[in-house]
């Protein structure tokens, strides 16, 4: 499995809600620090690259939350697999980029 694919999480702390979007902006930080292909939405964060590396980084996402306080976590992951080819975010979104600017 060493084609990219697009892995979408959502985290959920269990933290005071004027807590929430500070420890969902650490795991936000560890996928930014990661070096893959990101998007913020308003609702996950869909990455791009490799099985084994989007996991690791889904797997430090929930160590940083814990550190940051929570105490319990939802976590959401929807992947798009493909099995000869990668998978983009591109070629899903590429061609909305532009028509709110």
Known sequence: ???KINLALQILPSVPSEQVYAVV?????VIKDSGVK???CPFETV????YDELMEIVKKTQEVCFKAGASQLLVYIKMQIRKDEDVTI????GKYD???D
Do not use: F, P, S
Not at 25 to 29: C, M, P, V
Not at 90 to 93: F, V
């Open 25 to 29: 902006d650490e795991a936000i930080a």
């Open 1 to 3: 499995m060493n084609k």
């Open 98 to 100: 532009h028509d709110n």
């Open 47 to 50: 990455m791009e690259g490799t």
């Open 90 to 93: 591109e070629e899903k979104t």
């Open 38 to 40: 990101y998007r913020v």
